[in-house]
């Protein structure tokens, strides 16, 4: 298979899992009830997501990613005889830890890493690049904010599709899809938010809205094969009632004609550990 050029530039990172829809641990009521308890469910998740924008840059963190690709070759030939390949050609493995922080400049808020570790080799890059080649993700502690907050919710449609449990806390499934095509903020997918207190425990993302899908979608489809991207964010670093990232998973997949079964094109992990807290204070001068 020729190669996909594959960067999903993320800008509001969610994630979508392909899933049998088996959301659901008690029925849901009415439709008129269902909308009452929709609408008090994203109140609370708006002023939520205020807590979370305010509390974006009081941190920095170990950001540990973990890269598997995997080089197919789908079809091979001998003579005139078609050998449906079953194993990979190559595989390439890449670890890379950084010193993760966000930064405001004016009225932007940018990334700075630095890179710590590269395939076990200690470094101290300042302001380093991303390395990842097959995939890119950014802002993830935004994720909430971009599908949530109240200046985005006029802008998403909402769908309540059950409730289900997280690690002991019991969560509604909700699905967000735009209105219309929203340009620069393309992602959206389904939200686990905790019936407590309202914070995002996980998001899926669909693949449809992945920056840089339709490409690999066109490409793969010229190589007789189908892509299956999924993009899962786990929120379980809690602090003062605000859930920081602590997971993220891509897994790129692929199925067809030509494939026994799915080939694995990519996985990477991307683990947020270490964090480290802080507050500023202001003090005014009269």
């Known amino acids: 298979m020729r190669q996909i050029a594959s960067i999903f530039l993320l800008l509001i990172p969610i994630y979508f899992i392909n899933s049998n829809n088996n959301y659901g641990d008690g029925a849901l009521g009415s439709h008129a009830d269902n909308q009452t308890e929709l609408e008090r469910i994203l109140k609370k998740c708006s002023d939520y997501c205020e807590r979370v924008a305010h509390s974006a840059l009081f941190f920095v963190c170990e950001e540990k990613i973990e890269e598997v690709i995997y080089d197919y070759t789908f079809l091979t030939y001998l003579g005139r ?66 599908l949530l907050s109240k200046d985005s919710q006029d802008m998403y449609n909402y769908k309540i599709l059950g409730e289900k449990t997280i690690k002991g806390r019991k969560s509604f499934v909700i699905e967000a899809k735009p209105k219309w095509k929203i340009k620069d903020r393309p992602n959206y997918g389904k939200l686990w938010i905790d019936k407590e207190d309202s914070s995002v425990l996980k998001i899926e993302t669909d693949e449809e809205s992945l920056v840089g899908f339709d490409i690999i979608k066109e490409k793969s489809k010229r190589e007789g094969v189908t892509p299956i991207l999924r993009a899962t964010h786990y929120y ?51």
Do not use: C, H
């Open 81 to 146: 005889y078609r050998i449906r390949t079953s194993q990979p050609q190559k595989v390439e493995k890449n670890i890379y830890i950084y010193d993760y922080q966000l930064i405001k400049k004016g009225r932007k808020i940018e990334e700075r890493r630095i890179l710590l570790e590269e395939n076990g080799k200690k470094k101290y890059e300042k302001n380093a690049r991303l390395k990842t080649k097959r995939i890119y993700s950014r802002r993830t502690i935004f994720g909430p904010v971009g």
């Open 236 to 286: 379980n670093i809690e602090k003062n009632g605000v859930r920081f990232p602590s997971k993220t998973v891509f897994e790129e997949d692929y199925r067809g004609a030509k494939i026994r079964g799915r080939k694995k094109r990519s996985k990477t992990i991307i683990t947020y550990d270490k964090y480290r807290f802080f507050t500023v204070e202001v003090k005014i001068k009269y």
